[in-house]
T-cell receptor, first 109, second 113 residues
């Protein structure tokens, strides 16, 4: 059964700093997704990673996938306050998404 | 608004009552999912429809829970004899095809008192 773990669970960082969120999964995953969730809101899709070595970037966020290590990373460059949210990664077996517990990011001014 | 729509957004009910939630997926999406999210946790898979067929139900979905998707359009999730442990955010998502990203609705927050 696919299990997904994220770390850290909480991350407090200063504006302008860089940091990486890690997502490990236990067994083969067809795809890897990253979502953002603001408090009380739904999930917003950020990235879909389909194959080994995939890298995608949007603004200050960059996601990558290493299927051999069963690891995905979400790298934050020069953080700004607007990035404060909870970030989830999710693996997928066929149609079923399995989510990690999330990383709650707080960017301090 | 062409996104996934869920209603009601909030529901407070007394323990033992039945509740029903509705989800309207993005119109051309034939795959529909229900997830449950409790505070501080990631969403947990409940069930999946491809068109009108319910292809999988999680073990989390006890016999008090039932979901339908008549005609492969909107879906309903009913909880009978609600318990305090049912309090959570119920999220609906839809996708066009296998491998496509799922788009989530705003969710229905259920509070059982």
């Amino acid at each position: 059964e696919l299990k997904v773990e994220q770390n850290p669970l909480f991350l407090s960082m200063q504006e302008g700093k860089n940091y990486t969120i890690y997502c490990n999964y236990s067994t083969t995953s067809d795809r890897l997704y990253w979502y953002r969730q603001d408090p009380g809101k739904s999930l917003e899709s950020l990235f879909v990673l389909l194959s080994n070595g995939a890298v995608k970037q949007e603004g200050r966020l960059m996601a990558s996938l290493d299927t051999k290590a069963r690891l995905s990373t979400l790298h934050i460059t020069a953080a700004v306050h607007d990035l404060s949210a909870t970030y989830f990664c999710a693996g997928a077996r066929t149609y079923k998404y399995i989510f990690g517990t999330g990383t709650r990011l707080k960017v301090l001014a | 608004d062409t996104g996934v729509s869920q209603n009601p957004r909030h529901k407070i009910t007394k323990r033992g009552q039945n509740v029903t939630f509705r989800c309207d997926p993005i119109s051309e999406h034939n795959r529909l999912y229900w997830y449950r999210q409790t505070l501080g946790q990631g969403p947990e898979f409940l069930t999946y429809f491809q068109n009108e067929a319910q292809l999988e139900k999680s073990r989390l979905l006890s016999d008090r829970f039932s979901a339908e998707r008549p005609k492969g359009s909107f879906s309903t999730l009913e909880i009978q004899r609600t318990e305090q442990g049912d309090s959570a955010m119920y999220l609906c998502a839809s996708s066009l095809a296998r491998g496509d990203e799922a788009f989530f609705g705003q969710g229905t927050r259920l509070t059982v008192v």
